[in-house]
């Protein structure tokens, strides 16, 4: 069981990435069920995703307090919304209900986003 508990979170940390990417597949979800499944399977990967350089700090601050950073959620924010629109007037400008339903998914994951609590960052 732990050997498919550890091929899923390669899968999801996999997708994940790919939605650093791409504007309506969200990274951060999938790098959290990554880190949850790697403590499930194998101390080292859980060792290796919790120290990560790029996604270390956000998961830790998730698991502590449900809080990320403020330059993340400002980072989060303006790339959904940068993509999104990008994609509602020059990749889907021909499909009205796209153009409908971009918009309300980046409102969405906003207000979610908005949801959380901030992080102050000490240095």
Known sequence: MKIILAIIGI?????GFIGIFLPLLPTIPFVLL??????KSSTRMHNWIMNHKLFGEH???YNEDKSIPFQAKIMAI???????LFSVF???????WLQLLFPIIAIAVTIFLLSLKTRKVVK
């Open 34 to 39: 990554s880190a949850y499944l790697f403590a």
């Open 78 to 84: 303006s790339m959904i919304w940068s993509s999104m």
């Open 11 to 15: 899968i999801s940390l996999f997708i």
């Open 59 to 61: 998961i830790r601050s």
């Open 90 to 96: 020059y990749v889907v400008n021909e499909k009205p």
